[in-house]
């Protein structure tokens, strides 16, 4: 496959996407899109897009895109650079890469895509679960499966499998986790799955790597992003020996997030009154209020539960076994639902100013902590990430959440409001199911498959980048 480059605004992309077709302004002004070979890109940043922010890399099908491509030089740059003539499908787009400043502010490109495409999501957990095996077998890991008390959407049975590559004495420990949102492991387990395909002999020999690939296994199977006790597992490592913790501006919206009723019109008007208060609140407030935690409805959205669930005790158990002796642990925490659509954004559970935050920020590149100026996500209550330093006590821990953007907060919120209320109110067999799940589906694991080729530079970033920094 030959692969030209065009450089753009995400939000231009997005509208691209939308409509199916991309059509800048050079096309009418000039006649043709500007593009670049995968060498010509950091000039071509550095030139026409200096101090740009929110810039994008489309890497695009030469043999799939239908006008004319010529190579010229009609600016007197000294080398040929291809020209599209004419509109550019979005189907010809293979995936999106973000562009990113380096050193002194200028921009860098790298094209992290060595070893084939990633393969298409899942079509459910089981066939998930089997790729990941094989997988993992093939790569030469020794693998742990654990099985769950309940059964999946097709009775199957449900496990945490753990793939384990590296000498069984290491105290060099790197941890990649996928599905704590259970519907949120379709993009993870396909990134775990091409990693040991591709690339799993490119980790240190003194480093012992363990992909935990469905920590929330019930959410995956029944595509929800909740447990079987309808709990969100990064709102149920809290204290549990001290008083629950209190969501007041939760209880004002709780009966509008997840009414008895929903019928279209319920729906809309429900909506209406959440956007009402985010008006009156504020987005930062609200979304804090609908997501960071709460412990009093047990059917609503983000519940946190009221006690340890079966996951939470499985990772304690877990860690004990295989953690209590680490020296350096990393650890890598994958999500989908918030931000950009394909972009990916490091969230860091230690405050600014920690050593922590600066060492994440030092081994991964700009890290975020979770909540904090430009995050994409509230400051949570009862993350599993908080407690990570309890799971390997002994260790320096160095911790990440790799959060990759599908659609828009709202159309993510309506997701969550129906699948709460299909399993509080409705039948989760019954007629509804279905599409409401889909809508889960559409929200956390894009079926396109440039996404997940999207997603994969970030990843592949983080899991270089890991093993460059770890044990050092």
């Known amino acids: 496959m030959d692969l030209l480059f065009h450089i753009l605004d995400q939000s231009q992309w997005d509208q691209a996407r939308a409509a199916g077709v991309y059509e800048p302004e050079s096309l009418t002004a000039e006649g043709f899109i500007h593009l670049s070979t ?13 101090g740009g922010t929110d810039l994008v890399v489309l890497a695009i099908d030469a043999d799939a895109v239908t006008p004319e491509i010529r190579f010229e030089d009609l600016y ?26 380096g050193e002194e502010a200028t921009f860098t490109f790298s094209f992290p895509h060595e070893g084939g495409d990633v393969e298409a ?27 769950h008390p309940r059964r999946g959407l097709n009775d199957e049975e449900l496990f945490v499998d753990v793939a384990r590559l590296g000498p069984d004495e290491a105290d060099v420990c790197v941890l990649v986790v996928a599905a704590t949102h259970g519907v949120e492991g379709y993009a993870g387990s396909a990134l775990q799955t091409h990693w040991l395909t591709e690339h799993a002999q490119q980790r240190p020999d003194n480093a012992a790597v363990f992909l935990v690939h469905a920590f929330n296994p019930f959410g995956f ?12 597992l990064n709102r149920n490592f809290i204290d549990w020996d001290e008083p629950l913790p209190t969501n007041a501006a939760y209880m004002q919206i709780a009966s509008a997030l997840v009414p008895a009723d929903w019928s279209t019109e319920s729906q809309q008007r429900s909506l209406a009154d959440l956007l009402t208060v985010a008006g009156d ?8 209020a609908v997501s960071s935690g709460q412990y009093a409805h047990p059917t609503g959205v983000f519940y946190g539960g009221d006690g340890p669930v079966w996951s939470h005790r499985w990772l304690r158990s877990w860690a004990s076994d295989h953690l209590s002796g680490a020296r350096d642990l990393a650890v890598l925490d994958l999500h989908t639902g918030l931000g950009a659509w394909g972009a990916c954004q490091l ?26 100026e430009n995050s994409v996500s509230a400051s949570l209550t009862g993350d599993w990430l908080g407690v990570v330093q309890e799971l390997a006590a002994s260790a320096r ?11 828009d907060a709202v159309t993510v919120l309506q997701a969550l409001r129906a699948d709460a209320w299909l399993h509080a109110h409705g ?11 889909a809508q889960v589906r559409a929200a956390f694991a894009d079926d396109d498959p440039r996404w997940i080729r999207s997603c994969w530079p970030h990843f592949a970033r983080a899991m270089t980048a890991t093993f460059a920094k770890i044990g050092r």
């Open 38 to 50: 995968a060498d010509q890109v950091p000039g071509t940043a550095n030139r026409r897009y200096a």
């Open 76 to 101: 007197d740059h000294g080398a040929e650079f291809p020209h599209l003539y004419g509109p550019l499908a979005t189907s010809a787009v293979h995936h999106v890469v973000p562009l990113e400043a």
């Open 121 to 147: 999501l899942a079509t459910d957990y089981p066939s998930a679960r089997s790729s990941f095996l094989d997988a993992a077998v093939g790569a030469g890991a020794t693998v742990e499966s654990f099985g």
């Open 221 to 232: 199977s029944w595509v929800r992003r909740v447990n079987e006790d309808n709990v969100d």
């Open 281 to 288: 609140w504020g987005l930062e407030r609200m979304q804090t």
């Open 347 to 372: 969230i860091g559970h230690d405050r600014v100013g920690t050593a922590g935050h600066a060492r994440a920020g030092d081994w991964w590149g700009p890290v975020v902590a979770m909540g904090g």
């Open 397 to 407: 821990t160095t911790r990440v959440a790799l959060e990759f953007g599908t659609v």
């Open 427 to 437: 039948d989760p067999l019954g007629d509804d199911a279905a599409a409401i799940r």
